[in-house]
Protein backbone atom coordinates (compact mmCIF):
# COMPACT_ATOMS: atom_id res chain seq x y z
CA UNK A 1 0.00 0.00 0.00
CA UNK A 2 1.74 2.81 -1.42
CA UNK A 3 0.88 6.37 0.34
CA UNK A 4 1.62 9.74 -0.95
CA UNK A 5 1.01 13.00 1.02
CA UNK A 6 0.11 14.68 2.97
CA UNK A 7 -0.44 17.80 1.49
CA UNK A 8 -1.83 20.59 3.56
CA UNK A 9 -4.14 23.47 2.82
CA UNK A 10 -5.86 26.01 4.70
CA UNK A 11 -9.84 26.60 4.78
CA UNK A 12 -11.48 29.71 6.03
CA UNK A 13 -15.43 29.13 5.47
CA UNK A 14 -19.28 30.06 6.71
CA UNK A 15 -21.84 27.50 6.50
CA UNK A 16 -22.39 28.15 2.82
CA UNK A 17 -18.86 28.63 1.22
CA UNK A 18 -15.00 27.64 2.28
CA UNK A 19 -11.88 29.53 0.64
CA UNK A 20 -8.49 27.27 0.57
CA UNK A 21 -5.23 28.17 0.39
CA UNK A 22 -2.12 25.77 -0.02
CA UNK A 23 1.34 26.44 1.49
CA UNK A 24 2.64 28.21 -1.37
CA UNK A 25 0.12 30.78 -0.49
CA UNK A 26 -2.08 30.01 -3.98
CA UNK A 27 -5.95 29.88 -3.45
CA UNK A 28 -6.62 26.55 -4.86
CA UNK A 29 -5.91 22.96 -4.43
CA UNK A 30 -3.51 21.03 -6.68
CA UNK A 31 -1.12 17.73 -6.58
CA UNK A 32 -2.79 14.94 -5.17
CA UNK A 33 -5.97 17.25 -4.09
CA UNK A 34 -6.55 17.02 -7.83
CA UNK A 35 -6.67 13.35 -8.48
CA UNK A 36 -9.06 11.10 -8.78
CA UNK A 37 -7.28 8.43 -7.37
CA UNK A 38 -8.37 7.23 -3.77
CA UNK A 39 -7.72 10.10 -0.94
CA UNK A 40 -7.99 10.01 2.99
CA UNK A 41 -8.55 13.66 4.05
CA UNK A 42 -8.35 14.80 7.60
CA UNK A 43 -9.75 18.41 8.97
CA UNK A 44 -7.84 19.90 12.11
CA UNK A 45 -8.06 22.48 14.59
CA UNK A 46 -5.02 23.31 16.62
CA UNK A 47 -3.68 20.09 15.72
CA UNK A 48 -6.41 17.81 16.72
CA UNK A 49 -8.59 15.65 14.08
CA UNK A 50 -12.33 16.89 13.92
CA UNK A 51 -12.50 15.27 10.86
CA UNK A 52 -11.49 11.96 8.69
CA UNK A 53 -13.18 11.04 5.10
CA UNK A 54 -12.02 9.51 1.75
CA UNK A 55 -12.97 10.44 -1.32
CA UNK A 56 -11.65 9.67 -5.70
CA UNK A 57 -13.59 12.84 -6.54
CA UNK A 58 -11.21 15.70 -6.10
CA UNK A 59 -11.28 17.43 -2.27
CA UNK A 60 -12.85 20.41 -4.14
CA UNK A 61 -15.66 18.24 -5.73
CA UNK A 62 -16.12 17.01 -2.06
CA UNK A 63 -15.72 19.94 -0.45
CA UNK A 64 -18.15 21.19 -2.37
CA UNK A 65 -20.42 18.23 -2.21
CA UNK A 66 -20.61 18.37 1.75
CA UNK A 67 -20.78 22.56 1.86
CA UNK A 68 -24.16 22.56 -0.08
CA UNK A 69 -25.86 19.60 1.26
CA UNK A 70 -29.84 20.26 2.40
CA UNK A 71 -30.50 16.92 3.59
CA UNK A 72 -31.57 14.74 0.67
CA UNK A 73 -31.26 11.39 1.12
CA UNK A 74 -30.18 12.04 4.74
CA UNK A 75 -27.07 13.70 4.26
CA UNK A 76 -27.15 17.23 5.16
CA UNK A 77 -22.75 17.59 4.55
CA UNK A 78 -20.29 18.56 7.02
CA UNK A 79 -21.60 19.38 10.19
CA UNK A 80 -18.23 21.39 11.05
CA UNK A 81 -19.04 24.10 8.11
CA UNK A 82 -21.08 25.63 10.83
CA UNK A 83 -19.28 25.28 14.02
CA UNK A 84 -16.06 26.75 13.21
CA UNK A 85 -14.95 29.05 10.70
CA UNK A 86 -11.69 27.97 9.88
CA UNK A 87 -9.10 24.63 9.76
CA UNK A 88 -6.43 22.93 8.23
CA UNK A 89 -6.89 20.46 5.23
CA UNK A 90 -4.62 17.36 5.57
CA UNK A 91 -4.96 15.22 2.49
CA UNK A 92 -3.16 11.59 1.51
CA UNK A 93 -3.48 9.67 -1.44
CA UNK A 94 -3.75 5.57 -2.18
CA UNK A 95 -1.08 5.61 -5.37
CA UNK A 96 -1.53 1.87 -5.40
CA UNK A 97 -5.03 1.02 -5.26
CA UNK A 98 -6.56 -2.28 -6.83
CA UNK A 99 -8.63 -1.31 -9.49
CA UNK A 100 -11.79 -4.12 -8.61
CA UNK A 101 -12.16 -1.78 -5.27
CA UNK A 102 -10.18 0.89 -5.06
CA UNK A 103 -11.77 2.70 -1.91
CA UNK A 104 -11.38 -0.33 0.28
CA UNK A 105 -7.91 0.37 1.55
CA UNK A 106 -8.53 3.60 2.23
CA UNK A 107 -11.69 3.20 4.05
CA UNK A 108 -10.20 0.40 5.85
CA UNK A 109 -7.06 3.18 6.78
CA UNK A 110 -9.36 6.13 7.87
CA UNK A 111 -11.41 3.40 10.50
CA UNK A 112 -8.05 2.70 11.56
CA UNK A 113 -7.19 6.83 12.10
CA UNK A 114 -10.85 7.45 13.94
CA UNK A 115 -10.04 4.44 16.37
CA UNK A 116 -6.61 6.26 17.00
CA UNK A 117 -8.01 9.39 17.51
CA UNK A 118 -10.15 7.89 19.60
CA UNK A 119 -7.77 6.15 21.71
CA UNK A 120 -6.14 9.54 22.65
CA UNK A 121 -8.65 10.48 24.10
CA UNK A 122 -12.43 11.52 22.14
CA UNK A 123 -14.14 10.73 18.78
CA UNK A 124 -13.19 13.17 16.30
CA UNK A 125 -15.36 16.20 17.10
CA UNK A 126 -16.98 16.22 14.13
CA UNK A 127 -16.89 12.39 12.64
CA UNK A 128 -20.62 11.70 11.32
CA UNK A 129 -20.02 7.74 9.39
CA UNK A 130 -17.06 5.56 9.64
CA UNK A 131 -16.56 2.92 6.90
CA UNK A 132 -15.60 -0.44 8.72
CA UNK A 133 -13.96 -3.04 6.68
CA UNK A 134 -11.32 -5.57 8.76
CA UNK A 135 -7.41 -4.29 9.05
CA UNK A 136 -4.58 -6.12 8.37
CA UNK A 137 -1.03 -4.46 10.14
CA UNK A 138 -0.14 -2.75 6.79
CA UNK A 139 -3.82 -0.68 7.12
CA UNK A 140 -3.18 -0.27 11.19
CA UNK A 141 0.80 0.97 10.30
CA UNK A 142 -0.35 3.57 8.04
CA UNK A 143 -3.01 4.71 10.31
CA UNK A 144 -0.01 5.11 12.83
CA UNK A 145 2.08 6.97 10.56
CA UNK A 146 -1.01 9.30 10.03
CA UNK A 147 -1.97 9.89 13.57
CA UNK A 148 1.36 10.69 14.32
CA UNK A 149 1.28 14.09 12.64
CA UNK A 150 -1.13 15.46 15.22
CA UNK A 151 -1.03 16.69 18.61
CA UNK A 152 -2.94 13.29 20.55
CA UNK A 153 -1.73 11.54 23.28
CA UNK A 154 -2.44 7.86 23.92
CA UNK A 155 -5.46 7.65 27.08
CA UNK A 156 -3.25 5.54 29.26
CA UNK A 157 -6.70 4.54 30.93
CA UNK A 158 -7.64 2.77 27.47
CA UNK A 159 -6.44 -0.33 26.44
CA UNK A 160 -6.66 -0.76 22.96
CA UNK A 161 -5.74 -4.83 23.27
CA UNK A 162 -8.23 -5.05 26.06
CA UNK A 163 -11.42 -7.28 24.83
CA UNK A 164 -13.93 -7.49 26.99
CA UNK A 165 -16.93 -10.24 26.69
CA UNK A 166 -19.89 -7.78 27.49
Known amino acids: MRITGPERYKLTFDATTFVVTCAKGTPRFSGIATSKKPKLYIASVDEKPIYVGVTKQSIRNRLRFGWNAEGQGGYYGYAWRHGLTEALLDVWCHDDAPPDNPVLDIET ?27 SQVHRDVATTIVARYALRPNSSLNTDDRREL
Open 109 to 135: VEAEVVFLVRCAGQWPMYQTEIHFHPS
